[in-house]
């Protein structure tokens, strides 16, 4: 099973009584917030759950797999969630 953000909006407007806009527009402010503050390279941690922070990787040569050849791969800064406690205990039923 697959939990998508229209499940999540369905979820939101189903268990507050919310009108599915009213869930859309929560939803999505909090997506950007979240993306915004990542962006700008703050740390998010919400107790329970996990923090989400901002990993840089270097450029590096990588490998074209299609064609065999080497490319060289820029620098970047990827998303990272480190899962915290309570939440891998709830996913393994403790």
Do not use: C, H
């Amino acid at each position: 099973m697959t939990m998508n953000k229209s499940d999540l909006i369905s979820a939101l407007s189903t268990k507050e009584k919310l009108t599915e806009k009213n869930a859309i527009e929560i939803v999505n402010m909090i997506f950007d917030s979240f993306t915004n503050a990542l962006k700008k390279g703050a740390r998010i941690e919400l107790r329970g759950f996990g923090s989400f922070t901002v990993r840089k990787y270097r450029a590096y040569m990588g490998r074209n797999p299609r064609t065999g050849k080497n490319v060289q791969v820029g620098s970047k800064r990827s998303p990272f969630l480190k899962v915290g406690k309570e939440l891998k205990e709830r996913v393994n039923g403790r």
